[in-house]
């Protein structure tokens, strides 16, 4: 059905807005069991990788083309640390509408620079940084009349919405923590914002704590100040100055939750834990909320028996290279089947 047809009601949308969709959103809430009893809570994973283009992008982007088709628009473009440029491009392509992005050089995971490619945007490496990018990426749209489709475009974050407003309607209330990582901050605004909505119509009562986590080299919602070279494992939030800061504090601050910061080497050991532990293999980003709570629990701080929601923003597919550079290499045998036993002794 799509995002935009399933919740009409609820976004602005028009008669003219094109009923566009890839199939993107209903994504999975996963009950984790073995983790849940590790941390001694509930713990639920919302399963964004699940997406059309293997991540949470999906949902706000066919709201954003769908309302650049509306507006008349030529063009998108994009910045990206790979996800937004992979679920533009696919956007795009259905729609037959041009797509620029741009990409810090050399920094975006390996899925998701073939996705932009195989999706037949016009993909252009910046020598610079995302938070550049995302400057000259404003610029030029503005120049050329283009449609900027980055969270600065508030229908990204309207269709964002409908992450929390699923968790709702699978959980029948909002949980007690919403964790979710954090680079140029639009999701963490974006459910919050859904949250709210879902409480104002009478959806829901109680709003959660959002708990915003982010990697330790690009923390600037932990540390108060933008950072000028953002460098984690985790490229998809190697973000130094998030566009939408000022709505991701309020979040924070209304709710009583509060932002953190997590290593590369918690991330990546929080990345494999999550996958062989709980059969869910997410991007390192994705699991930059889990390696929170297990900081939070081993300082004391994760309430007992609490329910939890984390959201797996990408799919672990996206980087294969981070994957393989912290697991063992297949077991080689020759074709006989002695050889084979004996592998299947240990
Ligand atoms: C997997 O694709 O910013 O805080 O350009 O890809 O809303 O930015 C991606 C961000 C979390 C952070 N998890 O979300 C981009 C981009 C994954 C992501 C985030 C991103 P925001």
Redesign the pocket.
């Known amino acids: 059905m799509g995002v935009i047809r399933r919740y009409a009601d609820l976004l602005p949308v028009t008669g003219e807005t094109p009923r566009i969709t890839l199939g993107e959103g209903e994504t999975p809430l996963v009950y984790l069991e073995r983790i849940s009893k590790d941390l001694e809570i509930e713990l639920w994973g919302k399963l964004e990788g699940c997406n059309p283009s293997g ?3 999906d949902r706000g982007m066919v709201m954003a083309v769908a309302k650049a088709l509306e507006a008349g628009a030529k063009a998108i473009v ?8 992979a ?1 533009a491009a696919a956007y795009a392509a259905a729609a037959q509408i041009p797509c620029y992005v741009l990409l810090p050089a050399g920094k975006v995971a390996l899925g998701k620079l073939a996705q932009a490619l195989m999706y037949g945007a016009e993909v252009i490496a910046v020598k610079g940084n ?1 938070d550049r990018a995302l400057e000259m990426a404003r610029e030029a749209a503005e120049q050329k009349g283009f449609a900027i489709v ?2 600065v475009n508030p229908y990204r974050l309207w269709g ?1 919405r409908s992450g929390a407003w699923e968790v709702c309607e699978s959980l029948g209330s909002a949980p007690d923590w919403h964790a979710i ?10 459910y919050w914002a859904g949250y709210s909505q879902y409480r104002e119509i009478g959806k829901i009562s109680k709003l959660p704590k959002m708990m915003g986590f982010q990697a330790a080299g690009a923390a600037p919602l932990v540390t108060g100040k933008p950072c000028p070279d953002p460098e984690t494992v985790a490229t ?2 190697r ?1 130094g100055n ?1 566009v ?1 800061a000022h709505l ?1 504090r309020e979040a924070v601050e209304l709710s009583g939750g509060e932002f953190n910061s997590v290593t590369d080497e918690e991330i990546l050991s929080a990345q494999y834990y999550l996958s062989s532990k709980g059969g869910i293999f997410a ?1 390192p ?2 699991c930059a909320p889990l390696a929170g709570l297990v900081k939070l629990r081993g300082l004391g701080r994760l309430p007992k028996g609490i329910k939890a929601v984390m959201v797996l ?2 799919n672990g597919l996206k980087d294969p290279d981070t994957a393989m550079s912290q697991v063992g290499r297949p077991t080689e045998i020759g074709d006989s089947l002695d050889e084979l036993l004996e592998v299947m002794k240990g």
């Open positions: 991540s949470f992008k994009c910045a990206s640390t790979g996800n937004t440029s679920s995302f980055n969270s964002q990582p954090v680079g140029n901050a639009g999701n963490i605004s974006a998809a939030i973000i998030p939408s991701a991007e980003a994705s923003t990408g």
